[in-house]
């Protein structure tokens, strides 16, 4: 069986990061952009991992440019840009593609294991996948969706 922890990425500075390294914890995987208008969330995502880091708990941030071209910025400027405006301290990766022919393993796996509303596509930045201890997935939730209102499915994965 798949697992998150199945799965490698490369970080925003461009090194290899076995997802495995996150067994045990529990991660929201977000696809991220910097020019859309839920960008504003990455101020929720940072107080998440600021609230939960110390037990067990880590968002990872995806920038991807799908979505009207939202993420138009290289791995340097999209880094420099979440550092400067939003204070993020969560790993960020390589920008990705998270629908089509390109997307990335982990996002085909994610999307298999949680469809949305409109089947298993990602429709928009900012769609967001709760995954347990055990590297399999808890939730998906919306793009529509505020970090805020996620917390209390944080607490029951790192309680479980």
Aim: hydrophobic share 35%.
């Amino acid at each position: 069986m798949t697992s998150l922890h199945d799965h490698h990425a490369t970080a925003i500075d461009g090194g290899d990061v076995d997802l495995g390294t996150y067994s045990g914890q529990v991660v929201l995987v977000v696809n991220t952009a910097s020019q859309c208008g839920f960008t504003p969330q990455y101020e929720g995502l940072q107080d998440l991992q600021k609230s939960y880091a110390d037990q067990g708990f880590s968002v990872l941030g995806f920038p991807c440019n799908q979505f009207q071209s939202q993420e138009p910025g290289d791995d340097a400027s999209i880094a420099g840009f979440c550092e400067r405006s939003f204070g993020v301290t969560f790993p960020m990766f390589s920008k990705v593609d998270v629908n089509g022919d390109q997307a990335h393993p982990l996002f085909r796996w994610l999307r298999e294991e949680k469809g949305g509303l409109l089947g298993d596509k990602i429709k928009w930045n900012f769609t967001k996948f709760l995954v347990g201890k055990d590297g399999q997935v808890i939730k998906r939730y919306a793009p529509t969706t505020k970090p805020e209102k996620i917390t209390g499915d944080i607490e029951k994965a790192l309680a479980s």
